[in-house]
Protein backbone atom coordinates (compact mmCIF):
# COMPACT_ATOMS: atom_id res chain seq x y z
CA UNK A 1 0.00 0.00 0.00
CA UNK A 2 1.23 3.58 -0.79
CA UNK A 3 2.31 5.83 2.02
CA UNK A 4 0.74 8.87 0.77
CA UNK A 5 1.63 10.66 3.50
CA UNK A 6 5.29 10.45 2.23
CA UNK A 7 4.76 11.55 -1.16
CA UNK A 8 1.70 14.65 -0.26
CA UNK A 9 1.90 16.79 2.40
CA UNK A 10 -0.61 19.62 3.51
CA UNK A 11 -2.39 21.77 2.51
CA UNK A 12 0.06 24.51 3.86
CA UNK A 13 -0.61 28.04 3.73
CA UNK A 14 2.27 30.16 3.08
CA UNK A 15 2.40 34.21 2.58
CA UNK A 16 4.24 33.29 -0.87
CA UNK A 17 2.01 30.89 -2.81
CA UNK A 18 -1.15 31.17 -0.57
CA UNK A 19 -2.82 27.67 0.06
CA UNK A 20 -1.26 24.72 -1.32
CA UNK A 21 -0.81 20.97 -1.31
CA UNK A 22 3.03 19.63 -1.88
CA UNK A 23 4.21 16.44 -3.63
CA UNK A 24 7.47 15.35 -2.36
CA UNK A 25 9.24 12.67 -4.69
CA UNK A 26 13.34 12.81 -2.73
CA UNK A 27 13.79 10.72 0.07
CA UNK A 28 15.11 12.45 3.48
CA UNK A 29 17.61 14.31 2.31
CA UNK A 30 18.80 14.02 -1.03
CA UNK A 31 19.87 17.38 -2.09
CA UNK A 32 22.80 19.07 -4.64
CA UNK A 33 23.46 21.43 -2.04
CA UNK A 34 23.93 21.50 1.56
CA UNK A 35 23.12 24.93 2.68
CA UNK A 36 24.18 26.22 6.25
CA UNK A 37 20.76 27.90 6.45
CA UNK A 38 18.41 24.76 5.27
CA UNK A 39 15.74 24.22 7.61
CA UNK A 40 15.53 20.41 6.81
CA UNK A 41 19.39 19.64 8.78
CA UNK A 42 22.05 18.21 6.83
CA UNK A 43 21.82 17.15 3.40
CA UNK A 44 22.85 13.30 3.64
CA UNK A 45 23.27 12.84 0.11
CA UNK A 46 24.96 15.12 -1.68
CA UNK A 47 24.53 14.23 -5.53
CA UNK A 48 23.79 15.80 -8.59
CA UNK A 49 22.53 12.44 -10.26
CA UNK A 50 19.16 12.68 -11.57
CA UNK A 51 17.71 9.51 -10.90
CA UNK A 52 13.89 7.82 -10.32
CA UNK A 53 14.07 8.16 -6.36
CA UNK A 54 10.24 6.33 -5.59
CA UNK A 55 8.98 4.04 -8.10
CA UNK A 56 7.01 6.30 -11.10
CA UNK A 57 3.57 4.39 -10.77
CA UNK A 58 3.87 4.91 -7.06
CA UNK A 59 4.19 9.06 -7.64
CA UNK A 60 1.22 9.06 -10.19
CA UNK A 61 -0.59 7.23 -8.30
CA UNK A 62 -0.49 8.99 -5.43
CA UNK A 63 -0.84 12.21 -7.93
CA UNK A 64 -4.09 10.51 -9.14
CA UNK A 65 -5.40 10.28 -5.55
CA UNK A 66 -4.13 13.98 -5.08
CA UNK A 67 -6.28 14.87 -8.55
CA UNK A 68 -9.66 13.12 -7.37
CA UNK A 69 -9.75 15.45 -3.99
CA UNK A 70 -12.48 17.93 -3.05
CA UNK A 71 -9.92 21.03 -2.73
CA UNK A 72 -8.26 20.49 -5.91
CA UNK A 73 -11.53 19.51 -7.91
CA UNK A 74 -12.97 22.62 -6.44
CA UNK A 75 -9.98 24.72 -7.01
CA UNK A 76 -9.86 25.71 -3.74
CA UNK A 77 -5.71 25.64 -3.59
CA UNK A 78 -3.72 28.21 -5.17
CA UNK A 79 -1.27 25.82 -6.38
CA UNK A 80 0.03 22.27 -6.44
CA UNK A 81 3.60 22.99 -4.92
CA UNK A 82 6.93 20.11 -6.17
CA UNK A 83 8.76 20.81 -3.45
CA UNK A 84 9.85 18.82 -0.16
CA UNK A 85 12.65 17.84 1.73
CA UNK A 86 15.30 17.39 -1.19
CA UNK A 87 15.99 19.54 -4.44
CA UNK A 88 12.91 18.07 -6.85
CA UNK A 89 14.73 18.47 -10.33
CA UNK A 90 16.89 15.21 -9.02
CA UNK A 91 13.66 12.96 -9.63
CA UNK A 92 13.89 12.08 -13.79
CA UNK A 93 10.32 11.81 -13.96
CA UNK A 94 9.16 15.65 -12.68
CA UNK A 95 8.31 16.48 -16.41
CA UNK A 96 6.18 13.86 -16.41
CA UNK A 97 4.63 14.74 -13.32
CA UNK A 98 4.09 18.42 -14.02
CA UNK A 99 2.24 17.37 -17.18
CA UNK A 100 0.53 14.72 -15.33
CA UNK A 101 -0.79 17.14 -13.11
CA UNK A 102 -1.84 19.67 -15.85
CA UNK A 103 -4.09 16.97 -17.64
CA UNK A 104 -5.52 15.74 -14.44
CA UNK A 105 -6.00 18.60 -12.04
CA UNK A 106 -7.41 22.56 -12.78
CA UNK A 107 -4.80 23.57 -10.17
CA UNK A 108 -1.84 25.40 -11.34
CA UNK A 109 1.24 23.70 -10.79
CA UNK A 110 4.37 25.14 -8.76
CA UNK A 111 8.11 24.22 -8.21
CA UNK A 112 10.22 25.38 -6.00
CA UNK A 113 14.24 24.56 -7.11
CA UNK A 114 17.52 25.58 -5.81
CA UNK A 115 18.39 26.06 -9.65
CA UNK A 116 21.28 23.88 -9.45
CA UNK A 117 20.81 21.83 -12.31
CA UNK A 118 18.78 23.89 -14.91
CA UNK A 119 22.43 23.79 -15.74
CA UNK A 120 21.03 21.01 -17.82
CA UNK A 121 19.00 20.81 -20.61
CA UNK A 122 16.73 18.14 -19.76
CA UNK A 123 15.58 19.38 -16.10
CA UNK A 124 15.28 22.64 -18.25
CA UNK A 125 13.00 21.06 -20.41
CA UNK A 126 11.06 18.87 -17.57
CA UNK A 127 9.87 22.56 -15.79
CA UNK A 128 8.83 23.79 -19.06
CA UNK A 129 5.00 23.34 -18.49
CA UNK A 130 5.02 24.38 -14.89
CA UNK A 131 2.93 27.45 -13.78
CA UNK A 132 5.06 28.92 -11.61
CA UNK A 133 8.62 28.21 -11.00
CA UNK A 134 10.73 29.73 -7.65
CA UNK A 135 14.31 29.30 -8.46
CA UNK A 136 16.54 29.97 -5.42
CA UNK A 137 19.78 31.95 -5.97
CA UNK A 138 22.25 32.58 -3.14
CA UNK A 139 25.54 33.99 -4.29
CA UNK A 140 26.92 34.68 -8.06
CA UNK A 141 30.64 34.66 -6.53
CA UNK A 142 32.46 30.88 -6.37
CA UNK A 143 33.67 31.94 -2.90
CA UNK A 144 30.13 32.90 -1.27
CA UNK A 145 28.57 29.94 -3.23
CA UNK A 146 31.17 27.35 -1.56
CA UNK A 147 30.37 28.58 1.72
CA UNK A 148 26.70 29.41 1.50
CA UNK A 149 25.13 26.71 -0.33
CA UNK A 150 28.06 24.06 0.28
CA UNK A 151 27.06 22.27 -3.10
CA UNK A 152 28.65 19.00 -4.67
CA UNK A 153 31.77 19.92 -5.90
CA UNK A 154 30.65 18.75 -9.58
CA UNK A 155 28.87 21.94 -9.59
CA UNK A 156 30.47 24.93 -11.18
CA UNK A 157 28.53 28.32 -10.15
CA UNK A 158 28.95 29.16 -13.82
CA UNK A 159 27.11 26.51 -14.91
CA UNK A 160 24.01 27.43 -12.42
CA UNK A 161 24.12 30.89 -13.38
CA UNK A 162 24.33 30.30 -17.02
CA UNK A 163 21.37 27.28 -17.07
CA UNK A 164 19.02 29.64 -14.90
CA UNK A 165 19.21 32.73 -17.59
CA UNK A 166 18.81 30.24 -20.30
CA UNK A 167 15.64 28.87 -17.99
CA UNK A 168 13.70 31.82 -17.23
CA UNK A 169 14.38 33.16 -21.30
CA UNK A 170 12.58 30.32 -22.37
CA UNK A 171 9.95 29.37 -19.41
CA UNK A 172 6.76 31.44 -20.49
CA UNK A 173 4.96 31.09 -17.07
CA UNK A 174 5.84 32.93 -13.70
CA UNK A 175 9.53 33.18 -12.23
CA UNK A 176 9.70 34.27 -8.78
CA UNK A 177 13.44 34.16 -7.67
CA UNK A 178 14.02 33.94 -4.26
CA UNK A 179 17.25 35.29 -2.82
CA UNK A 180 18.10 34.18 1.28
CA UNK A 181 20.73 36.37 2.60
CA UNK A 182 23.07 34.86 5.71
CA UNK A 183 25.00 37.37 7.87
CA UNK A 184 28.63 37.61 6.60
CA UNK A 185 28.30 34.97 3.90
CA UNK A 186 26.65 36.60 1.09
CA UNK A 187 25.26 39.70 2.49
CA UNK A 188 28.76 42.47 2.03
CA UNK A 189 27.98 45.16 -0.33
CA UNK A 190 30.30 43.83 -3.00
CA UNK A 191 28.46 40.62 -3.45
CA UNK A 192 25.44 42.04 -3.27
CA UNK A 193 26.19 44.86 -6.20
CA UNK A 194 27.67 41.51 -8.58
CA UNK A 195 24.37 39.77 -7.45
CA UNK A 196 22.32 42.84 -8.74
CA UNK A 197 24.04 43.27 -11.97
CA UNK A 198 23.26 39.44 -12.39
CA UNK A 199 19.52 39.94 -11.58
CA UNK A 200 19.15 42.93 -13.31
CA UNK A 201 19.28 40.83 -17.21
CA UNK A 202 17.47 38.04 -15.68
CA UNK A 203 13.80 37.42 -17.35
CA UNK A 204 11.93 36.82 -13.64
CA UNK A 205 8.29 38.65 -12.38
CA UNK A 206 9.23 38.96 -8.65
CA UNK A 207 12.65 38.71 -6.67
CA UNK A 208 11.82 37.69 -3.61
CA UNK A 209 14.43 38.55 -0.33
CA UNK A 210 14.28 36.39 2.38
CA UNK A 211 16.68 35.58 5.67
CA UNK A 212 17.23 33.20 7.99
CA UNK A 213 13.59 32.55 9.84
CA UNK A 214 13.61 29.04 10.75
CA UNK A 215 16.12 26.99 12.67
CA UNK A 216 18.78 26.49 9.92
CA UNK A 217 21.41 23.37 9.79
CA UNK A 218 24.33 25.20 11.01
CA UNK A 219 24.10 27.26 14.44
CA UNK A 220 26.41 30.19 12.59
CA UNK A 221 23.95 30.74 9.76
CA UNK A 222 22.37 33.79 10.90
CA UNK A 223 20.09 36.28 9.61
CA UNK A 224 21.20 39.89 7.57
CA UNK A 225 20.37 43.25 8.86
CA UNK A 226 16.69 44.60 7.96
CA UNK A 227 18.78 47.88 6.13
CA UNK A 228 20.57 45.00 4.42
CA UNK A 229 18.10 43.97 2.87
CA UNK A 230 15.91 47.56 2.72
CA UNK A 231 19.04 48.61 0.61
CA UNK A 232 19.20 45.94 -1.56
CA UNK A 233 15.20 45.10 -2.30
CA UNK A 234 16.15 49.34 -3.25
CA UNK A 235 18.89 48.70 -5.70
CA UNK A 236 16.99 45.26 -7.40
CA UNK A 237 14.24 47.72 -7.74
CA UNK A 238 10.36 47.37 -8.22
CA UNK A 239 10.25 43.45 -8.75
CA UNK A 240 11.72 42.97 -5.37
CA UNK A 241 10.23 42.68 -2.03
CA UNK A 242 10.99 41.33 1.29
CA UNK A 243 9.18 38.21 1.99
CA UNK A 244 10.46 38.07 5.82
CA UNK A 245 9.50 41.51 7.30
CA UNK A 246 10.24 41.58 11.09
CA UNK A 247 6.74 41.27 11.75
CA UNK A 248 7.02 37.46 10.53
CA UNK A 249 10.52 36.68 11.52
CA UNK A 250 8.88 37.78 15.03
CA UNK A 251 5.83 35.68 14.76
CA UNK A 252 7.50 32.69 13.29
CA UNK A 253 10.21 32.57 16.34
CA UNK A 254 7.23 33.14 18.59
CA UNK A 255 5.26 30.28 16.85
CA UNK A 256 8.71 28.02 16.65
CA UNK A 257 9.41 28.09 20.58
CA UNK A 258 5.08 26.86 21.18
CA UNK A 259 5.92 24.06 18.64
CA UNK A 260 8.96 22.97 20.26
CA UNK A 261 7.57 23.00 24.04
CA UNK A 262 4.59 21.56 22.22
CA UNK A 263 6.61 18.84 20.97
CA UNK A 264 8.66 17.74 24.12
CA UNK A 265 5.08 17.67 26.25
CA UNK A 266 3.20 15.51 23.37
CA UNK A 267 6.15 13.22 23.00
CA UNK A 268 6.15 12.45 26.46
CA UNK A 269 2.35 11.96 27.41
CA UNK A 270 -1.07 13.20 25.69
CA UNK A 271 -2.16 16.52 26.74
CA UNK A 272 -5.26 18.23 26.93
CA UNK A 273 -5.31 21.79 24.97
CA UNK A 274 -5.90 23.58 28.22
CA UNK A 275 -3.36 21.55 30.16
CA UNK A 276 -0.87 22.73 27.12
CA UNK A 277 -2.13 26.58 27.69
CA UNK A 278 -1.45 26.13 31.10
CA UNK A 279 2.06 24.94 31.38
CA UNK A 280 3.25 26.87 28.42
CA UNK A 281 1.78 29.92 29.87
CA UNK A 282 0.26 31.28 26.11
CA UNK A 283 -3.36 31.43 25.09
CA UNK A 284 -6.01 28.59 24.40
CA UNK A 285 -5.80 30.36 20.93
CA UNK A 286 -2.76 29.98 20.24
CA UNK A 287 -2.38 26.88 21.06
CA UNK A 288 -4.97 25.97 19.09
CA UNK A 289 -3.96 27.52 16.04
CA UNK A 290 -0.23 25.73 16.36
CA UNK A 291 -1.93 22.05 17.10
CA UNK A 292 -4.07 22.52 14.09
CA UNK A 293 -1.19 23.04 11.65
CA UNK A 294 0.72 20.17 13.71
CA UNK A 295 -1.87 18.23 12.89
CA UNK A 296 -2.29 18.92 9.37
CA UNK A 297 1.20 18.08 8.78
CA UNK A 298 0.92 14.54 10.17
CA UNK A 299 2.97 15.19 13.28
CA UNK A 300 -0.02 15.13 16.09
CA UNK A 301 -3.06 12.81 16.29
CA UNK A 302 -6.01 13.58 18.57
CA UNK A 303 -8.09 11.05 20.27
CA UNK A 304 -11.72 11.72 21.97
CA UNK A 305 -11.28 10.05 25.74
CA UNK A 306 -14.36 10.37 27.90
CA UNK A 307 -15.56 13.58 26.65
CA UNK A 308 -12.21 15.75 26.10
CA UNK A 309 -9.95 15.72 23.32
CA UNK A 310 -6.44 14.47 23.83
CA UNK A 311 -3.25 15.28 21.56
CA UNK A 312 0.04 13.48 21.65
CA UNK A 313 2.99 13.27 18.71
CA UNK A 314 3.20 10.37 16.24
CA UNK A 315 4.53 7.51 16.32
CA UNK A 316 7.29 7.85 13.70
CA UNK A 317 7.05 3.99 12.68
S1 LIG B 1 18.86 23.62 -1.59
FE1 LIG B 1 17.11 23.70 -0.23
S2 LIG B 1 16.83 21.58 0.48
FE2 LIG B 1 18.88 21.72 -0.42
S3 LIG B 1 20.23 22.12 1.30
FE3 LIG B 1 19.68 24.11 0.39
S4 LIG B 1 17.89 24.81 1.52
FE4 LIG B 1 18.14 22.61 1.97
Redesign the pocket.
Known amino acids: MINMTRILYGPLYSRRLGMSLGVDMIPY?Y?S???I??H?GE?TLLTVERSEFIPRDRVLEALSTLAGQEAVRGRTLDYITLAG???PTLDINIGLYIRYLKEHSPVPVAVIT?SSLLSEEEAREALLKADLVVP?LDAVTEEAFRSI?RPHPGLPLKDVLDGLKEFCRRFEGDVWLEVLLCRGYNDSTAELEKMAAYIEDLEVDKVQLNTVARPPAETFALPADMETLVAFRERIGERAEIIEDEQTLERESLEMSLRSGMTALLRRRAHTRDELSRVLGRSGHEVVKVLTRMEREGLVERSHVKGRYLYRMKSTQ
Request: aromatic residues 14%; hydrophobic residues 0%; contains cysteine.
Open positions: KCYNCYCETSGENSN
